[in-house]
């Protein structure tokens, strides 16, 4: 039997369910899954055939919900992936301990303004440190990735293999609220376009075998540089945007250097019918942020 103080949690689990959303429970209190974890898992059912993550269990089903939650006051946690959700997570700078931090909001408007797009309308809520959770319905059928400052400084995304806490949840520093109860719109396709990957050019070398990754960066250039040149209106800026951050770890690599990224991005831009001035200021931020967050190279296969 749900006790009193418990109520509220499941309500708002049930609130969130009904949005279609893929709810699991998390402590009490906390932002940690109270699911367990696979090192302690024992095999019994559900995990009968094998574990199963938080991100499976997750569900929409209300009686499933009313069973988990009449146990504790658990928090609220949806599963990002499975409910079919991309929330962009806007932090503050009392949140990354520093007040010298950036605040997430201001580089996703900023970001929003170089893209030549307005800040989008969506459902929101509001975190106990002030920051605000950001939810877009994505596309059916495409697995958007969860980043980490990937988009600007103090903006993360959670979408497959990641989880935000829900309205209605509580910690000892606050209340998760919704700040915008609106029906959650779908990604906008300029942001879309930014997270989603481009293809790979056939016939490409890995970067992880060794000499090649300087052969690996020439093609990714023809490659990012044809993909802006062929942009079409909407989304120009976006794929600009995404060609310069993903060509700017190889200038931090020494791999290329800048001035022939920007060149060749530059004469893509413009070809693609944006003007040289709008070129030049999303090449510069886009390119300063992927220099400054790819000093090391990373492996990869």
């Known amino acids: 039997m749900t006790h009193d103080h418990g109520l509220p949690l499941l309500r708002a689990a049930l609130q969130a369910a009904e949005r279609g959303w893929h709810v699991f429970p998390l402590r009490p209190g906390t932002k940690r899954p109270a699911l367990h974890g696979a090192k302690s898992c024992i095999g019994t059912r559900p995990c009968a055939g094998g574990h199963v993550k938080w991100e499976q269990r997750a569900t929409t089903d209300p009686d499933r919900i009313r069973a988990a939650w009449s146990r504790a006051p658990y928090n609220v946690g949806i599963a990002t992936g499975p409910s079919g959700l991309l929330v962009v997570d806007l932090d503050t700078p009392e949140h990354k301990g520093s007040s010298d931090a950036p605040d997430g909001a201001a580089t996703f408007q900023a970001l929003c303004e170089r893209t030549g797009h307005a800040a989008p309308a969506t459902y929101r809520t509001r975190t106990p440190s002030g920051g605000h959770h950001l939810y877009f319905t994505a596309p059916a059928g495409q697995r958007l990735p969860s980043t980490v400052e990937f988009l600007a400084d103090s903006v ?3 979408a497959w293999g990641g989880y935000v806490v829900a309205a209605g949840s509580t910690t000892p520093a606050g ?5 915008d109860a609106r029906e959650a719109a779908p990604v906008p396709g300029w942001l879309q376009t930014i997270l989603l990957p481009a ?4 016939g490409a070398p890995s970067v992880a075998v060794t000499g090649q990754s300087r052969r ?3 093609a990714a ?3 990012e540089s044809a993909n802006v040149a062929r942009a079409q209106v909407g989304q120009r800026e976006a794929t600009l945007f995404r060609a310069a ?3 700017g770890r190889f200038v931090a690599w020494g791999d290329l250097p800048r001035s022939v990224v920007e060149q060749a991005l ?3 831009g413009e070809s693609a019918g944006l003007t040289a001035a709008e070129c030049r200021s999303t090449l510069r931020s886009a390119l300063n942020w992927s220099i400054a967050h790819n000093t090391s190279r990373r492996n990869a296969a």
């Open 156 to 158: 993360d995304t959670r």
């Open 175 to 179: 209340d998760y609220e919704a700040a």
């Open 199 to 202: 293809p790979k050019p056939s």
């Open 216 to 218: 690996y960066a020439d």
């Open 221 to 223: 250039l023809a490659n």
């Open 245 to 247: 951050r993903a060509l």
């Open 266 to 268: 530059q004469e893509a």
